[in-house]
């Protein structure tokens, strides 16, 4: 076979970055990615799916956004709809380019597309309590001028809320100077705090990302983001025509419609069995856990890499965050039988240390 010298004609920034690692691993217990733990079958969200393949989907989701619209109180005119929340922060910065800032660590996304696009990424470590660190982030709004700021608030991998008080701070700070901010609202529904959508109102340089990726259904890759028509339009330059299948729409608008019930159930659950799990965890000698209002748990141990591995040699699959915060793991929080097989487990393992 004849070759050509490919990576003469891939570009730099993407030479420097490796795949997004999102490998199935196999496991009898999943609690690694921060889905929901309850199975919902496409059966029992809805029995029959009625719509003309021969046809494109319908570009501007209308469907799914006036269920969105009618779900959470937003004007129809202020969503738009995104093959995840992933593809929508690639529309972002695609739109509005770099610098793009954001505290770190947090969802490492922000970064791997600003980077895959080529633009400037401005990075603000978190202080020790993982809120941010509120000079140095003002001083980078300031001084370097970024077009984007994201902030997760629930904040993962951390899993905590940033003060409310210093978000709202760096929203007026970054509308003086035109720069948009981002609050990704992944975790809202597992939080106790009300939110950043009443303040669209008073910020038109505001937006909010929400997704259905945590609340049972991850599979379908639907995201949203709330903010003012203007900006939305901006966006629309990018956004591919026929971003979400017509499945998908069909799908998801049922689910916002005729399935909420059991969505909301499922929530209360995980927030109950988080404050288990955290006191659980917290119990455990060797052990600092981290407060949570998502639906997952940071904690550190000292052997964290092993721990890790015979978690996985007992079919238990959780994240690694070493690499970004020493000696930390990350659990997404299970079913009341998971997490009480994921607590004795570690138990085991840790008394092994002794
Ligand atoms: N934002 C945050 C903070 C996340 O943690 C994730 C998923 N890990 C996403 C966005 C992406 O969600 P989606 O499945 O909607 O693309």
């Given at each position: 076979m004849k070759k050509f010298n490919l990576q003469s004609i891939v570009r730099d920034n993407i030479k420097k970055l490796k795949p997004y690692q999102a490998k199935e691993i196999p496991c009898r217990?999943?609690?690694?990615?921060?889905?929901?733990p309850f199975s919902v079958r496409l059966s029992e969200v809805i029995k029959e799916i009625d719509i003309p393949l021969n046809r494109y989907p319908d570009p501007e989701a209308m469907k799914l956004r006036k269920s969105i619209s009618k779900r959470f109180k937003i004007?129809?005119?202020?969503i738009m709809i995104g093959n995840g929340s992933d593809e929508l922060i690639y529309y972002l910065i695609l739109t509005f380019g770099g610098p793009v800032l954001y505290p770190i660590p947090t969802f490492a996304m922000y970064g791997i597309i600003a980077q895959s696009v080529g633009v400037q990424t401005l990075e603000s470590k978190l202080d020790k309590n993982f809120d941010i660190n509120e000079k140095e982030f003002i001083d980078l709004i300031k001084t370097k001028k970024p077009s984007l700021i994201f902030l997760s608030t629930p904040n993962n991998p951390t899993g905590n809320t940033f003060s409310s008080e210093k978000i709202l701070k760096i929203i007026e700070i970054a509308y003086k100077r035109a720069s948009i901010v981002v609050i990704?609202?992944?975790y809202h529904p597992f939080c106790s705090e009300k939110g950043f959508l009443p303040f669209l109102r008073d910020f038109d340089n505001l937006l909010i990302l929400r997704t259905l990726s945590k609340i049972?259904?991850?599979?379908?890759?639907i995201g949203y983001l709330i903010g003012h028509e203007k900006i939305l339009n901006e966006i629309s330059k990018v956004r591919?025509?026929?971003?979400?299948d017509s499945l998908t729409q069909c799908i998801a608008t049922y689910a916002l419609d005729n399935f909420y019930s059991n969505i909301k159930r499922f929530i209360k659950e995980i927030v109950k069995e988080r404050e288990i799990l955290q006191r659980e965890l917290s119990k455990l000698k060797g052990i600092k856990v981290y407060p949570s209002e998502a639906n997952f748990i940071l904690f550190k141990a000292k052997n964290s890499k092993e721990i890790y591995q015979k978690l996985m040699k007992s079919g238990i699959l959780i994240r690694d965050m070493s690499a970004n915060i020493k000696d930390a793991l990350r659990v997404t929080v299970g079913t009341k039988e998971e997490n009480a097989e994921f607590i004795k487990t570690l138990k085991n393992i840790l008394e092994g240390y002794r």
């Amino acid at each position: 076979m004849k070759k050509f010298n490919l990576q003469s004609i891939v570009r730099d920034n993407i030479k420097k970055l490796k795949p997004y690692q999102a490998k199935e691993i196999p496991c009898r217990i999943k609690m690694d990615a921060n889905e929901s733990p309850f199975s919902v079958r496409l059966s029992e969200v809805i029995k029959e799916i009625d719509i003309p393949l021969n046809r494109y989907p319908d570009p501007e989701a209308m469907k799914l956004r006036k269920s969105i619209s009618k779900r959470f109180k937003i004007n129809l005119n202020n969503i738009m709809i995104g093959n995840g929340s992933d593809e929508l922060i690639y529309y972002l910065i695609l739109t509005f380019g770099g610098p793009v800032l954001y505290p770190i660590p947090t969802f490492a996304m922000y970064g791997i597309i600003a980077q895959s696009v080529g633009v400037q990424t401005l990075e603000s470590k978190l202080d020790k309590n993982f809120d941010i660190n509120e000079k140095e982030f003002i001083d980078l709004i300031k001084t370097k001028k970024p077009s984007l700021i994201f902030l997760s608030t629930p904040n993962n991998p951390t899993g905590n809320t940033f003060s409310s008080e210093k978000i709202l701070k760096i929203i007026e700070i970054a509308y003086k100077r035109a720069s948009i901010v981002v609050i990704d609202e992944a975790y809202h529904p597992f939080c106790s705090e009300k939110g950043f959508l009443p303040f669209l109102r008073d910020f038109d340089n505001l937006l909010i990302l929400r997704t259905l990726s945590k609340i049972g259904f991850a599979g379908l890759r639907i995201g949203y983001l709330i903010g003012h028509e203007k900006i939305l339009n901006e966006i629309s330059k990018v956004r591919l025509p026929y971003n979400v299948d017509s499945l998908t729409q069909c799908i998801a608008t049922y689910a916002l419609d005729n399935f909420y019930s059991n969505i909301k159930r499922f929530i209360k659950e995980i927030v109950k069995e988080r404050e288990i799990l955290q006191r659980e965890l917290s119990k455990l000698k060797g052990i600092k856990v981290y407060p949570s209002e998502a639906n997952f748990i940071l904690f550190k141990a000292k052997n964290s890499k092993e721990i890790y591995q015979k978690l996985m040699k007992s079919g238990i699959l959780i994240r690694d965050m070493s690499a970004n915060i020493k000696d930390a793991l990350r659990v997404t929080v299970g079913t009341k039988e998971e997490n009480a097989e994921f607590i004795k487990t570690l138990k085991n393992i840790l008394e092994g240390y002794r």
